[in-house]
């Protein structure tokens, strides 16, 4: 028997096994070089696609990675316009391989509201057609499933509004993601929502949605309730001008724009008319008038009383008031009880030339005063004779929008000082310094008036219980044909909150209402819209209801004699 004896490699077999560990360590890392070098080509030739292919370079090479168009989002952050990838469906005709005639039929169950003559016209088309923009994707799924090759879905940019019909004529619209806005913030700040250097950020609208959405929903169920053709409403920061929240009704829903073309603005949905309708508000320019007269030295005292015994006649006219007095009566009780022959005596007194001056410094002869596009010039008198200061002093004989009013109660109260409204969010170094148009002193008085009419006056059912709401309503008769027609009325109640230190300002107008028992005035038709309106947005704005503060008008009420107020 034979033994074998291995001898041990030594330290050359060692080195050997060595060699072999590193030659296996460097091919590997080699292949691992390699792969990174590839995967960097790979991503690098990707992206030489994606942003050079139209031949884009340096900056707009960028821009590939940046929003067509910015967003735009309420004060709090909230989105309400954004762009994204949306799904569409189209159709090749001469791809398709199933019946034109079957196929349109199903695709108007997907499509209900679209008609299937609509569907079976593009099927049998010449060219290439759009069968559905934005798409759903559970509609895309549906289509798909239907398996025909000559249908498409090729994903597009987008302007979409989550949000759907809230603040639509604040947003407007883009009928697409590099185009120009149509109307609202998407066209007055086109060129700040499409330049590449201010496109990554938001822009931040003054709008709270939550106070916009309580709005829209009180003056909505006011309109139904009272039948009324139209409704709107504005809530104003008193004292920077900024929009907290615009409504118009009807709305519409930017994300399903149909064609309005050749309808007037007061027939169709996409009309704002808190800035494009101009309307004779009546009333409520009562306090602006007086406030007018009492800076002219007009009306110093008051307790100075006026003649409102009877109509008032002037160049062959007759001024009335709804439910006279009968009597001689002062200051407060002409705005409590709202008397036309008590405001014209005043305006009389005071003459044109500082009613004039007043009304121009509020604006009134210029458009409304917003970055819109669309927004339309008061109505300004051809003429400034007698019959026309004492008219005007009332609401009737020149007519502005509903923002314009606004505006002009913000100065009203907030110290004097008039600011034009702005739907930007402005920051506390924003917001303009503005022009005096009232002195403190008259403002200060007429914050005590008007809260004496909410609480003992025409604007009783305004009255929010801790909120301290005053204002003035007005309800005017709507011209027609030359004339006024006496059974159609728009009624506006123009009010703010707190009135001991005024924040919001707060105006609704009913567009022919029809309040309870088929009483048709302001009273009965908008005031009550303000009071749910404020105790439902108040907390939200951060005003909290508080019955043990209010405005002092003790030195005022001696001078009412109880008697029953009137409209």
């Not at 091919?27 to 690098?44: E, K, N, P, S, Y």
């Not at 907290?244 to 704002?272: H, T, W």
């Not at 026309?388 to 100065?411: D, E, F, R």
């Not at 011209?479 to 105006?507: C, H, I």
Request: glycine fraction near 8%; hydrophobic fraction near 45%; include cysteine.
């Amino acid at each position: 028997m034979a033994t074998i004896i291995v001898q041990p490699g030594g330290p050359r077999a060692g080195r050997q096994r060595v060699n072999l560990t590193a030659i296996a360590h460097n091919r590997l890392m080699l292949l691992l070089i390699l792969f990174m070098g590839i995967t960097a080509i790979v991503i690098c030739r990707l992206i030489w696609v994606g942003i050079f292919a139209h031949g884009a370079s340096g900056d707009d090479a960028l821009s590939a990675f940046i929003p067509a168009r910015a967003d735009i989002v309420d004060r709090n952050g909230v989105p309400l316009a954004r762009t994204m990838d949306a799904y569409s469906v189209a159709v090749r005709p001469s791809k398709l391989i199933g019946d034109p005639a079957e196929l349109a039929r199903k695709l108007h169950q997907i499509f209900p509201e679209e008609a299937e003559a609509a569907f079976y016209k593009k099927l049998t088309g010449r060219g290439w057609a759009y069968l559905r923009r934005r798409a759903l994707p559970e509609e895309v799924a549906a289509v798909n499933a239907l398996g025909e090759i000559g249908i498409e879905f090729p994903r597009e940019k987008e302007r979409l509004y989550p949000q759907r019909t809230l603040a639509a004529h604040v947003l407007g619209f883009a009928p697409n993601s590099e185009g120009v806005g149509g109307m609202g913030v998407e066209a007055a700040f086109n060129d700040r929502l499409t330049k590449q250097a201010d496109r990554s950020k938001p822009f931040a609208m003054s709008i709270d949605s939550r106070v916009q959405g309580a709005l829209e929903s009180e003056l909505y169920a006011q309109l139904v309730q009272t039948k009324a053709k139209g409704a709107g409403g504005i809530i104003m920061d008193a004292n920077t001008g900024e929009i907290i929240a615009m409504a118009s009704i009807p709305v519409f829903d930017p994300n399903k724009l149909q064609n309005y073309a050749g309808k007037r603005c007061s027939e169709s949905p996409l009309c704002n008319h808190m800035v494009q309708a101009r309307y004779e508000l009546g009333s409520a320019f009562k306090p602006l008038s007086i406030a007018a007269a009492m800076d002219a030295g007009v009306v110093t005292s008051m307790s100075k009383r006026y003649d409102a015994t009877a109509p008032l006649a002037v160049a062959g006219f007759r001024i009335r008031d709804d439910h006279s007095l009968g009597r001689w009566i002062n200051v407060p009780e002409i705005l409590v009880h709202s008397s036309n022959i008590g405001t014209a005596r005043i305006a009389d007194e005071m003459g044109a030339a500082p009613l004039q001056k007043m009304f121009r410094s509020l604006d009134f002869d210029q458009r409304a005063p917003i970055e819109f596009n669309e927004r339309a010039k008061g109505i300004w008198p051809s003429s400034w004779g007698r019959i026309t200061s004492m008219t005007t002093a009332y609401g009737h004989g020149i007519a502005v929008t509903p923002l314009h009013l606004a505006a002009a109660y913000a100065a009203l109260v907030n110290g004097g000082i008039w600011r034009p409204a702005t739907i930007r969010k402005l920051d506390a170094n924003q917001v303009p310094e503005g022009r005096r148009v009232f002195s403190a002193a008259t403002s200060a008085r007429m914050r005590q008036l008007l809260r004496m009419i909410v609480s003992a006056g025409t604007g009783r059912s305004a009255d929010a219980k801790g909120f301290r709401v005053g204002g003035k309503t007005g309800s005017a008769e709507k011209p027609q044909e030359g004339r006024y027609n006496k059974t159609s009325l728009v009624t506006t109640f123009a009010s703010a909150f707190p009135m001991d230190s005024p924040r919001y300002v707060v105006l609704v107008t009913m567009d022919e209402a029809t309040g309870q028992y088929g009483l048709r005035t302001a009273a009965w038709t908008a005031a009550p819209v303000v009071k749910r309106v404020v105790e439902r947005t108040g907390p939200m704005l951060g005003v909290m209801p508080d019955e043990r503060r209010d405005v002092d008008i003790s030195d005022l009420m001696p001078l009412l004699h109880g008697d029953k107020e009137t409209e």
